[in-house]
T-cell receptor, first 111, second 115 residues
């Protein structure tokens, strides 16, 4: 089952904040976040693991609510370079590296 | 490091032809993933290998698709015969299973158009 992301699209002005949500119907082992710019490959942003460990870029923050099977990505003081489509990818089992990607959230930052 | 290398970058072929996509993972990575991305279905995993062994191929759409990884530095995804609905961007990604929750590094993708 594909995780569901919300919102589907958002437009922000530079400097504004955004929250992107990812919700799963199954229990999660980890959540990965990637950003994809048009015509390019997805690029890793962050991993959140069951138990609270996080790996990722310092300027990106995210949360993982294991009980609710949800994750949120927080983008603060957005910059033009943040534009792109954000995907969450979910791992359901420890040791199984299969990622099921969400529906995507298109973020547009305008000056 | 050169990153994940894919070839060709673009492929246009006619329905019924065989298509072979190639991938060279990052040196030292021992997991390799093939994804397909379309507007309708998004980014979906087709198959992944660990230490050259296929681990999960549940995303391979049908028998027309096959993937191999003969060694740690090379993998192929073959479609035979190709159909217009196979038109998509195919990404290869690799990761290093050093710990848990592993970042995947994506290649630039192959844009496949089947006429």
């Amino acid at each position: 089952q594909q995780p569901v992301q919300s919102p589907q699209a958002v437009i922000l002005r530079e400097g504004e904040d955004a929250v992107i949500n990812c919700s799963s119907s199954k229990a999660l082992y980890s959540v990965h976040w990637y950003r994809q710019k048009h015509g390019e490959a997805p690029v890793f942003l962050m991993i959140l693991l069951k138990g609270g460990e996080q790996k990722g870029h310092e300027k990106i923050s995210a949360s993982f609510n294991e009980k609710k099977q949800q994750s949120s990505l927080y983008l603060t003081a957005s910059q033009l370079s943040y534009s792109g489509t954000y995907f969450c990818g979910t791992e359901y089992d420890f040791g199984n590296e299969k990622l099921t990607f969400g529906t995507g959230t298109r973020l547009t930052i305008i000056p | 490091d050169a990153g994940v290398i894919q070839s060709p970058r673009h492929e246009v072929t006619e329905m019924g032809q065989e298509v072979t996509l190639r991938c060279k993972p990052i040196s030292g990575h021992n997991s390799l993933f093939w994804y397909r991305q379309t507007m309708m279905r998004g980014l979906e995993l087709l198959i992944y290998f660990n230490n050259n062994v296929p681990i999960d191929d549940s995303g391979m759409p049908e028998d027309r698709f096959s993937a191999k990884m003969p060694n740690a530095s090379f993998s192929t995804l073959k479609i035979q015969p190709s159909e217009p609905r196979d038109s998509a961007v195919y990404f290869c990604a690799s990761s290093s299973l050093a710990g848990v929750g592993n970042e995947q590094f994506f290649g630039p993708g192959t844009r496949l158009t089947v006429l």
